[in-house]
């Protein structure tokens, strides 16, 4: 029989993948890891992306619901961050095995930033 725990986190992380799998909710999150510690304000999200409030409330609203984003009330204001520590669980997830177990990958080739070119 399956490995329950290990079952419901790999559902989990499936969720909040397909979550990121959109264009629109994927520039949401680079975003606000750009805007990293502070984040950023609904209406600076939308101008800066050019997202109408309609639309951007709905994309911001399944982040937070996956635990991709945090939200904090600001005055009359929502503030949005990104939840770092889920996407490092995300990252950590999917390099574990390949950085581990048959070394495919480097962890320095997961973690330092490098340009690629296609």
Do not use: W
């Not at 911001?60 to 939200?71: M, Y």
């Not at 990252?91 to 973690?111: D, G, K, M, Q, Y």
């Amino acid at each position: 029989m399956a490995d329950a725990p290990q079952d419901e986190q790999i559902a989990r992380f499936a969720d909040m993948m397909a979550a990121l799998g959109t264009e629109t909710r994927l520039r949401i999150v680079r975003l606000l890891l750009s805007a990293h510690p502070g984040g950023l304000v609904v209406g600076e999200i939308g101008s800066e992306l050019g997202i109408p409030a309609s639309t951007l409330s709905h994309h911001l609203e399944k982040l937070k619901n996956e635990g991709l984003v945090k939200v904090r009330r600001e005055s009359t204001f929502l503030r949005y961050t990104a939840n770092t520590q889920a996407l490092q669980d995300i990252l950590a997830f999917l390099f574990a095995e390949c950085c581990t177990r048959n070394r495919a990958i480097s962890p320095e080739e997961v973690t330092c930033c490098k340009e690629h070119t296609p």
